[in-house]
């Protein structure tokens, strides 16, 4: 196998109806850039690719031509086994990610290996002018460091992230939610001194209300807000 290979493979799995469906889905995607494969044909074609020689070269092959090479490209490095080599790809690949699907299907489970270091290149991801690059250091929060390895000063760091992208906004709004579930005395009350976003506040709001893990007392609590 080829990276020539790979694209016929992938015109060969070519779903136009699920394409589509797709494009309707992820704002900014051209037609001709998308051809339509399943995810679970992406991830049994990324088995393929990392067994084969021509990996690394479809890796650093960049800007990729279609969305699904981008997919290819981000779970093969969410399999990475080696940490470094993980955060390696992701500096490589992170600017050229420009949809929220590409930048949601990253998740890399090495990076729990070493929380520490991690916690060092969301700072420099967090600061970043991309906002895929900032969806994803914002996912890493969420994933990584909501539970055992969580510091309430991590919540505020989030809510001082200030954007008018819509795809930061809502994973803001993703954090916050999964937050109350999680660490739900320390995340109200950003919620309650008013210093989260009010348009990401009333999102997280709604997905907290809408989420079958948060208890309905708190729920109840939390729909006062949305009128204030």
């Known amino acids: 196998m080829d990276i020539f290979d790979i694209k016929i493979r992938l015109k060969e799995l ?9 494009l309707k889905l992820i704002p ?26 021509c990996c690394r070269d479809f890796l650093n092959v960049l800007p990729h031509e279609y969305f699904e090479e981008n997919s290819l490209d981000a779970i093969i490095i969410s399999a990475s086994a080696d940490f470094d080599e993980c ?3 992701l500096y490589k690949f992170l600017p050229y990610v420009d949809n ?9 489970k090495i ?22 690059t900032v969806r994803f ?15 309430k000063e991590q919540l505020v760091t989030v809510a001082d992230i200030k ?16 937050a109350l579930y999680k660490q739900y005395d320390e995340t109200v009350k950003l919620i309650e001194q008013d210093m989260i976003d009010e348009d990401v506040k009333k999102k997280t709001i709604q997905k907290a209300v ?8 708190h729920k109840e609590y939390l729909k006062g807000f949305r009128k204030k």
């Open 87 to 89: 955060i390696n790809e």
């Open 111 to 132: 990076l729990s290996k070493d929380k520490k270091e991690l916690m060092k290149h969301i700072s420099v991801w967090l600061a970043s002018k991309h906002t895929y």
């Open 14 to 22: 070519q779903n136009i109806k699920y394409r589509d469906f797709n």
């Open 28 to 53: 900014g995607i051209k037609g001709m850039k998308m051809i339509g494969v399943r995810t679970p044909e992406l991830r049994k074609l990324s088995v393929k690719i990392m067994k084969s020689a």
């Open 100 to 108: 929220w699907a590409v930048c949601d299907i990253i998740s890399p």
């Open 137 to 151: 250091a914002i996912g890493m929060l969420m994933s990584f460091f909501l539970d055992t390895d969580f510091k």
């Open 163 to 178: 954007s008018d992208e819509y795809y930061i906004k809502m994973m803001q709004a993703w954090y916050f939610a999964t």
């Open 210 to 217: 809408e989420s079958y893990r948060i208890s309905s007392e």
